[in-house]
């Protein structure tokens, strides 16, 4: 009763305050009223909430919720991060963390979390954690049926602190126990780097987080000490990161002086005009950019930057299309909101963003700009690009379709357990460049899988019994019954034919596994450019000066 009349009490003292508040406002100071107006809305709905409502509610829970709702109403990369968040800011902006350096993956049938990628040199790898681990207990407590999430969080803190993890290793009676210390882990940003054939240097950049440009310098002088004529700049699944990183980098083959980009905003602050600022390294090597759907961000900078200037050929897919740059503002209590404050312009003076979020669809959903409105630019050679959906590249490749099948098998972690027995078998194996899947180690994985007793969906079969079925509402099936059931005796599911007609990309995800428990996240890169027709068709350009040469040049404007 007491709460009660303290909690009244204070609503008339908010609602007198809000009144002599609203007071300050005339109806013509327009966006102000309406802000001041609203928070005292959403003050009094959460204090009325927390007086009446049923049950009893979380504020921070609750409030949270709201705030997260608010801001994706905006745009995915609008986010509020509150005190107990921000190593998750801090390891996005820095790509660093305090923990142990794993990827750990779900086990549906034992529920419980396991170990599926150490990364090199890091605590988990240094301490003797292999991938297939079962993860039992940290520091005593059980993580029986904590999800990756929950496991992640209690294996991450500050940086010098150490646990204690109980494993189950396969192959093992007993489980095993490490001392660990928590270290700041930083992701590889260059995890690769090589000379290919024909003199083609290739580095691998991963993000645009913490420190890239350092490290590309240092791989690029490396590789031209070891002789390229020519360099590929893989930007394929990078997502992104720092601005000014994006910048440096394509400082180190474009002019002092050039202008990349030109952000846009709604106050003078968030509008600025990004030059490079150094000499570059090399003006006059080819290069060729690999990207697809999942460059993302600075990566597109970089990218479409060196596509408007007519300083790279760009090979692979449309990227992704994110146009928006995004700055910190701190907040009450040691929060941290990160939102979107401008759209950034490349050279040709076009926008990559492809999802217009301030025109949304009835239902609340938003879709990409269709090309059809899209606008042409020119590069500087005169070359046509378009806005509003990513960066096109000069070189289409037709990406190919995995199995269906492959998606259930990596789903069911036969592939992962096949790796884990395969390396319980194999103290060591050939290096990257050299090592197989042989035709005895496909037939023990072809066998492992029947006695798992695998099932899978078939989409064929799904799309033929909605026919049937539609058929058969429509009074099609009796005429047509003979033609469905050939039709079926053709689709029947049969599990040795698909794992001998699909046996290619099978093995190449077998061996992508198997490799990575050995060599890494290197080994892994290594094993994938052995068949990828993206590199194949940079190296094409690269090595015929003349193709390259036009497909930089101004166009024929006679045809």
Known sequence: MKRYFKWRWLAVVTVVLGAVTMLGFKSGDGRSFQVAKNLDIFNSIVKELDLF??????????????????????????????????????????????????????????KRSMVAEPYEGMPAATSGLKAGDILLEIDGKDLLGKNNQEVSEMLRGQVGTGFKLKVQ???????????????????????YYTVLDNHVG????????????????????DLKKRGITSLVIDLRNNGG????????????????????????????????????????????????????SGTASSSEILAGSLQDLDRAVIVGNRTFGKG????????????????????????????????????????????????????????AVGREVRDGGGVTPDVTVKQEKLPNILYYLVNDNLIFDYATDYCLKHATIAAPEDFKITDADYADFKA????????YDQQTEKLLKSLKEMAEFEGYLTDASGEFEALEKKLTHNLDRDLDYFAKDIRTMIAIEIIKRYYYQRGA??????????????????????????????????K
């Open 53 to 110: 409502y049923v049950d009893t509610i979380d504020p921070d829970k609750t409030i949270r919720e709201g705030i997260d709702a608010m801001l994706y109403s905006l745009d995915p990369y609008t986010e509020y991060y509150p005190e107990d968040d921000q190593s998750e800011l801090e390891q996005m902006l820095k790509n660093s963390y305090g923990g142990i350096g794993s990827i750990i993956t779900w086990n549906p049938k034992l």
């Open 169 to 191: 290793r396969p192959g093992t009676e007993k489980p095993l126990e490490f001392d660990i210390v928590r270290r700041s882990i930083q992701l590889p940003l260059i995890p």
């Open 202 to 221: 290739y580095i691998n950049l991963s993000s645009f987080s913490g420190n890239p440009s350092k490290e590309f310098k240092q791989a690029f002088l």
């Open 241 to 292: 990161g720092l601005l000014d990183e994006a910048i440096e980098i394509a400082n180190f083959f474009l002019p002092r002086g050039t202008t990349l980009v030109t952000t846009k905003g709604k106050i003078a602050q968030a509008s600025n005009t990004y030059k490079t600022l150094r000499e570059p390294l090399d003006l006059e090597i080819p290069l060729a950019v690999l990207v697809n």
């Open 324 to 379: 928006l740059v995004q700055t910190t503002r701190p907040l009450p209590y040691g929060g941290t909101m990160k939102l979107t404050t401008s759209k950034y312009y490349i050279p040709s003076g076009r926008c990559v963003q492809a999802i217009d979020y301030a025109h949304r669809n009835e239902d609340g959903s938003v879709g990409r700009i269709p090309d059809s409105l899209t606008t042409v630019f020119h590069t």
């Open 448 to 455: 492992m899988v029947k006695k798992a007793d695998f099932k």
């Open 525 to 558: 890169i290594i094993e994938q450019l052995k068949d990828d027709n993206d590199l194949k068709e940079a190296i094409k350009m690269l090595t015929d000066s003349a193709a390259y040469r036009k497909m930089l040049s101004a166009p024929d404007l006679k």
